[in-house]
């Protein structure tokens, strides 16, 4: 059993940088993958980023290549987003998610705990 807490979201304008972590709990966090994603009001929630259980491997989706940055910290449970250069169109609730693999999936379906997101909101 893994639980989720996302933090860091708020209101930030146009360019701006904001930081989200997710802390977990439970002694198999080290063990899986961990993924970003976002839903945005009317819109599919979607992959954001991933990264692999030891953090040697990260995917990005094509929208925030070279903006977004994101690690983990075993030692800390913890994973975070460091979401730079933002736009408007990044708007939205942010979720951390565990996968169970230790290799990246990109499919949300595929991951098995969430957290309860937290709302990052772009004004331009």
């Known amino acids: 059993q893994v639980q989720l807490v996302e933090s860091g979201g708020g209101l930030v304008q146009a360019g701006g940088s904001l930081r989200l972590s997710c802390a977990a709990s439970?002694?198999?966090?080290?063990?899986?993958?961990m993924g970003w994603f976002r839903q945005a009001p009317g819109k599919e929630r979607e992959i954001v980023a991933a990264?692999?259980?030891?953090?040697?491997?990260?995917y990005y989706a094509d929208s925030v290549k070279g903006r977004f940055t994101i690690s983990r910290d075993n030692a800390k449970n913890t994973v975070h987003l460091q979401m730079n250069s933002l736009k408007p169109e990044d708007t939205a609730v942010y979720y951390c998610?565990?996968?169970?693999?230790?290799?990246?999936?990109?499919?949300?379906?595929?991951?098995?705990?969430w957290g309860q997101g937290t709302q990052v909101t772009v004004s331009s």
């Open positions: 990264i692999t259980w030891n953090g040697d491997s990260t």
């Open positions: 998610a565990a996968a169970p693999s230790r290799y990246i999936i990109t499919t949300l379906y595929n991951y098995n705990y």
């Open positions: 439970g002694r198999t966090f080290s063990s899986k993958a």
